[in-house]
């Protein structure tokens, strides 16, 4: 390029599509997140909030999530994977044989002795709390089999360009929460038997949804896409998919640990009562973050993108922290936690103090989606796995620290440890995308000649 024009400006036409196809994603992480809260706030207002409470989020939601782990990572495998007719059936057979053994190991363990060896073992939980979460996990048996459904069919709408309908399967997810918790309220049912009602109805409905949404997307968009050569085998989407397996897996393992050094902690079960409802709104802040990573999975391969998808990402990031901030320094954290969340005084100073330490994780969500996106591009998930043992481990020192010191109220140390860990996840992160980050800006500056 002579010396005497002008650099050509960095591509802008990609800012709408990328928020076209982020706020439905956003929207979707939003109103998910909102299921929680929604879910603790019923409870709070039904006979013994504070044992059911504990029970759904100390043992019935970290049991099912650790049980779903293996197809968790579908929504982005399929966004980055089903570009071809063959690809979809390879990755679908795979889904439902793993969701099918996964839901007779959920049966097993909520309908046999195999339950009461697991809870000891991995939470040590408060012994008013075992019955009612053994209930909740009943209860919940759905779960894994719909959550692999619609996020490996999400996946494929995300890929053509309908992320819109995966906001709208949200809207229906959470609306059935609402009525389940409702017909739960009115009936004065047992609280864990309403939480856990409400989320299994809710996911059944979203999956149903997304099953009839996708079909025209198959038979008149993926069944004529071109052939993606070389084709995917079940061997290259193992070596895929198995490092995301492997992560999933041991960053939701984090869950049922926090949950046993709550048990061993200082007020252990005023802890794990307000650590449901303080998670689900922390989640909500991160939720749009959160959502930018099939933004990035679906877009970075375009020639162009790159400076655009930056710079989304720091505005998401300015605007996440910002709004948690004015939250958190105003009367609205309050409000929330003692209206919404009906929380009783103590649970709900406890829960306000804890959210401070919160502060960070909106912009460590964006990050992290970012550099996770990045890696999935370059093909390179193992990077992605020694992330997340790195989350792991920092977890497991904070925890364990906070149980041997014995001195400081459970709920603060299982924040402390959310912070450091996610510190760690989102350093290893950065320091595996450095070089695809590189290629790909270096690709898009030659495109521009610059």
Known sequence: MSSSQPPRPLATHFVPRIFATWWPLAASWLLMGAELPAVSAAVARLPDPKIHLAAYGGIVFPLAMIIESPIIMLLSASTALSKDWASY?????????????????????????????????????????IEPGRVGLMIMLPWTWTIAYRRFHQGVLIRFGHSRTVGVGTIVRLSSNIVTLLVGYLLHLPGIVAAASAVAVGVTAEAVYAGLVVRPVLKNELRFAPRVEPPLTLRSFLAFYFPLVMTSLISLLATPLVSAALSRMPQAIDSLAAWSPLTGLIFMFRSLGTAYNEVVVAMMDERGSFASLRRFAIAIAAATTLALLVFVSTPLARFW??????????????????????????????????????????????????????????????????????????????????????LAQTFWLWLRSRSVLRQVEQRDLQGMGL
């Open 337 to 422: 936690f003692d209206q919404v969340a009906a929380l009783q005084g103590d649970l709900s100073n406890l829960a306000v103090l804890a959210l401070w330490l919160a502060l960070p994780l909106p912009l460590l969500s964006v990050l992290q989606s970012w550099y996770q996106g990045s890696i999935m591009y370059g093909r390179k998930t193992r990077g992605i796995t020694e992330a997340v043992v790195l989350y792991l481990g920092s977890s497991v020192l904070i925890l364990g620290g906070g149980v041997l010191w014995g001195q400081v109220v459970g709920l603060y140390v299982g924040m402390v440890g959310i912070l450091t860990s996610q």
């Open 89 to 129: 059936r390879k990755i679908y057979r795979f889904m439902m044989v793993v969701s099918a053994a996964l839901t007779v190991l959920h049966a097993l363990i909520a309908f046999t002795p195999l339950y009461y060896l697991l809870v000891h073992t991995l939470f040590g939980p408060p012994a008013e709390i």
